[in-house]
């Protein structure tokens, strides 16, 4: 295919920025802000210059922002201070803040809430530099506790059944806030190999009870929560629910195997009241199960949910490469991913690292200026430009 122009990109981008309305959710365009942790936000409380960095997204068009990880308010949920909690009214007036400006810009924001389960801090050397978590006791369904490149272990025992509710109460109660706060919705971070991938995942969960079992019973504990975010908030208050099929351990994990085992896998969450699955990879034109249809691709096809795709738009370098200090330069995939769009293939589409460096990539693509995009540099990470 010769190389498009930018008169052909600008044409194509437009079914990128049709409104997208579903699952409670109006959005103007089909751009959503990636979450990312930033740990720029001292003792966890979000300040004026994270409420103007996100601002600053929804001034340049982002249809929806999904915040970084924020901590749920139990002790077991973190793994390092400086990323903002989701509680305490320190930080929760610092979410105000971040909601109202994200608002008065034309924005809508959702938070991302977070438990790492029992992830050794480790996992992410690089990024950060203390490993020691710092918390007492890490919660996970069966003690498994891995970190970036080793397979999780047993070191420690399983969680008790109260240390469960009480870790699925702290979801509650933070979605609650969320949605008193004025945010669009909540998403739930169950990808990577952290709390809720934890239970979904056969060589993290070995429990016998409730929350253990075949792929499908491996859901419960999602799915309690998810029901008990609806019951605590309102019917039409979007719940998306972030997964991926890798994690932070090992690349080639596969939550399912099968189309038939993601289709029931995904069965009990939509009962539950998922209303938007996003699906995370690392490059969103990888197909799964031997096929050219990504994992929003799947899911989509399987669940009837409305999906988001995610990973490398715009981008030569995957995300973990340039978590561990490499640059990437600007990638043309963009006329490929607003085919995979244009053919229904997925609904939403996630930017990560390119809204980081510039947050006017929306404008940029609309004017079909692939070219004018900037590369990503880590160093980006220093500061909340
Ligand atoms: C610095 C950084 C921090 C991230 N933090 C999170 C996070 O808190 N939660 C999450 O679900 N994903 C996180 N991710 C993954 C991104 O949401 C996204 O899936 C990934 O960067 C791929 O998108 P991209 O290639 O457009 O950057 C992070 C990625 C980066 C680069």
Redesign the pocket.
């Known amino acids: 295919m010769a190389k498009p122009t930018r008169a052909d990109l600008a044409r194509m981008a437009e079914t990128l920025f049709r409104p997208f309305e579903a699952g409670g959710l109006s959005l103007p365009n089909r751009i959503v802000m990636?979450?990312?942790?930033?740990c720029l936000s001292p003792g966890g409380v979000p300040g004026a210059d994270v409420a103007a960095y996100y601002r600053r997204r929804a001034e340049g068009g982002v249809g929806l922002i999904i915040t970084?990880?924020t901590w749920i308010p139990h002790p077991s949920a973190s793994n390092e201070p400086d990323v903002p909690r989701f509680y305490g009214m320190d930080a929760l007036a610092g979410w105000q803040r971040v909601v109202d400006e994200v608002h008065a810009a034309g924005g809508k924001i959702m938070p991302?809430l977070?438990h790492i389960g029992q992830t050794a801090k480790t996992e992410l050397e690089g990024?950060f530099t203390d490993t020691d978590s710092g918390v007492d006791r890490q919660v996970g369904p069966s003690g498994m506790v891995g970190a970036l490149g080793v397979m999780p272990r047993p070191l420690d025992r399983p969680a008790t059944i109260e240390e469960i509710e009480a870790v699925g109460a702290a979801y509650v109660e933070a979605a609650a806030s969320a949605y008193r706060l004025g945010f669009d919705g909540v998403e739930l971070?169950a990808?990577?190999g952290y709390l809720f991938d934890q239970f979904f995942w056969h060589a993290t969960n070995l429990r016998e009870d409730h929350y253990g079992g075949d792929l499908a019973a491996r859901t419960r504990f999602a799915a309690d929560i998810v029901r008990g975010i609806r019951a605590a908030t309102a019917p039409g208050f979007p719940i998306v629910l972030?997964i991926s099929q890798w994690k932070m351990h090992d690349y080639a994990a596969k939550l399912a195997e099968t189309p038939a085992d993601l289709e029931r896998f995904l069965a009990p969450l939509v009962d539950a009241g998922v209303d938007i699955f996003h699906c995370?990879q690392?490059r969103f034109w990888e197909g799964e199960f031997g096929t050219d249809l990504n994992l929003a691709g799947w899911v989509k096809k399987l669940s009837g949910t409305p999906t988001i795709t995610?990973?490398?738009?715009t981008?030569q370098q995957?995300?973990l490469v340039?978590?561990r200090g490499e640059p990437s330069a600007t990638e043309p995939n963009l006329a490929q991913l607003l085919t995979l769009l244009d053919r229904g293939d997925f609904d939403l589409v996630?930017?990560?690292?390119?809204l980081i460096v510039d947050p006017d990539w929306p404008a940029k693509i609309r004017a079909g200026a692939e070219d004018a995009l900037l590369p990503y540099s880590p160093a980006a990470?220093a500061t909340l430009a």
């Open positions: 990636a979450p990312m942790t930033r970084e990880g991302q977070w990024l971070h990808a990577h972030r995370s690392r995610v990973g490398s738009v981008l995957e995300m340039t978590l996630a930017v990560g690292r390119a990470l």
